[in-house]
């Protein structure tokens, strides 16, 4: 069955990039390998998941450094899903993570929107179906 195996984030250095979604979201590093001349595989992953991954980019031009904070034009463009909307919500907020907003309620879910350490909007996100 086809998934979505990586998705791209430009980031201004990996190794503030790693330490952020590593000691502030909680992120597995799942592999750093060195390329030489500057350049790094980084890829990293919510605890536990199996697909999907994140490869952290570092900007090679100035093309790619404009868009670092603003890749998805300001709207939230990553949606971490979890199974405990409080625990995670306030282990992020002890660690450093700047929420947005406080925790909505929606019908769907349990949401509140935050920024990386680059400004990209991640909307952290309980959906109801997870607890029942």
Known sequence: MPHIGLITLVVGDYDDAIAFYTDKVGFDLVEDS???DGKRWVVISPKGARETRILLARASDENQTNAIGN???GRVGFFLNTDDFSRDHARMTK????FLEEPRHEAYGTVA???DLYGNKWDLLELKSARQ
Do not use: M, S
């Open 71 to 73: 890749q998805t034009g």
């Open 113 to 115: 929107v935050f920024e």
């Open 95 to 98: 660690a450093g993570v700047h």
């Open 34 to 36: 060195d390329f030489g």
